[in-house]
């Protein structure tokens, strides 16, 4: 492990308490996001008020609190490189911990490499943890999720079904989110996540991020959708980041869809003209409770709202773009090289449904 020392910032979070005395007990998480080739974001929740910690071998690492929601913001950390951590919690002169976890940090040398895209994983668990042990076993840098994370984001019920499904995953490989319509942009969405600093609603609504080759861009097509076509619009006027092969952008409602919500015609007209004429190579959606492959203007816009919600069945709605399209719960595996993006829909059992190759 390099010996670099970390410089290390830490925010902690506070929400509601309940007054019932319990044994502390770390709910869910750890959660990793925001990974960047020098820092990592990682979350947690207690069921108490706490004071929280992140332990890197011999090193505490942003202690702070007391707080049932913790979030610490590692920097100074070294390209492709692996770390070993673990989260702590003490309160009442009890201690609880989680791990240890290893994460890797990205590389702007990273060219070749997968991750996977998901949404609407929020009334079926066993339905969602399927996916995600699925998921789990293409051995993703990455995962993306189009929103509908839970049912509603103002009730904590929601989120306590979901973090323990992703545990499977979260502590060592990272989550980008975007929002849904049933987050409702809630503040637990913005308290519970390790989101990226942005634009909007406390810096993280929309943001972009760079991994390895790949410019990312995350939107909120919940609302105010004329505002963040003029951010889309000077984003994709500027070139790519050095080193990016592609550009992905994702967010809930799809332009396209044979689904019973439809395409959104709202993004259809102020979106994708900017997504198509910019440079974006593939777009991921969710809403619509099916697999779905839309090709507009060269563009592969993919639905991926299979992620663990009830189905629906597509051939709802007219989408003449569409290329395919099913009734199945899965996700998307993308494998990156710089010459190719290459796509395959897989079911939660790991069985191909659609595959695509997209080239320079």
């Not at 890797?104 to 997968?114: A, H, Q, V």
């Not at 995962?143 to 509908?148: K, S, Y």
């Not at 440079?279 to 816009?301: A, K």
């Amino acid at each position: 492990m390099p010996s670099r020392r970390w410089l290390v910032s830490a925010i902690v979070l506070l929400l509601a308490v309940s007054p019932a005395a319990a044994a502390l007990q770390i709910v869910f998480g750890p959660t990793l996001g925001d990974l960047t080739p020098h820092s990592a974001q990682i979350t947690w929740y207690t069921n108490v008020p706490s004071i929280g910690w992140v332990q890197m071998g011999e090193q505490i690492v942003g202690k702070g609190g007391p707080a049932q929601a913790h979030r610490v913001l590692l920097k100074g950390l070294e390209p492709d490189s692996v770390y070993s951590y673990e989260v702590k919690a003490t309160a009442g002169g009890e201690e609880a911990g989680a791990g240890p976890y290893r994460f890797r940090t990205s590389s702007p040398y990273l060219k070749e490499w997968s991750f996977c895209a998901y949404g609407d994983t929020r009334t079926q668990p066993d339905a969602h943890r399927k996916v995600v042990l699925a998921m789990k076993a293409c051995l993703p840098w990455l995962v993306l999720h189009t929103g509908d994370l839970v049912a509603d984001g103002h009730k904590m019920s929601g989120w306590h079904r979901f973090f323990p499904i992703i545990r499977l995953f979260a502590p060592s490989v990272p989550l980008y989110p975007c929002l849904g319509n049933h987050e409702g942009n809630a503040d637990l969405y913005y308290r519970l996540l390790p989101l990226p600093r942005g634009y909007g609603d406390f810096h993280t609504e929309l943001y972009t991020f760079v991994f390895g080759n790949c410019h990312f861009i995350a939107l909120d097509s919940n609302r105010r959708v004329s505002e963040q076509t003029r951010w889309l619009q000077q984003l994709l006027s500027q070139p790519r980041p050095p080193g990016v092969d592609w550009r992905i952008a994702f967010f809930h409602h799809p332009p396209f869809s044979s689904g019973p919500h439809g395409g959104n015609k709202e993004i259809q007209t102020q979106w994708c003209p900017l997504l198509e004429a910019g440079g974006v190579n593939l777009v991921f959606c969710g809403h619509d409770h099916i697999y779905e492959r839309s090709v507009h203007n060269g563009v592969n816009y993919i639905t991926v709202g299979n992620g663990g919600a009830p189905l629906y069945k597509p051939d709802q709605s007219d989408n003449p773009y569409s290329q395919a399209s099913a009734s199945v719960h899965g996700f998307c595996q993308v494998r990156v090289t710089p010459q190719q993006l290459h796509v395959t829909a897989r079911t939660d059992k790991l069985g191909t449904i659609d595959e695509v190759a997209i080239t320079r």
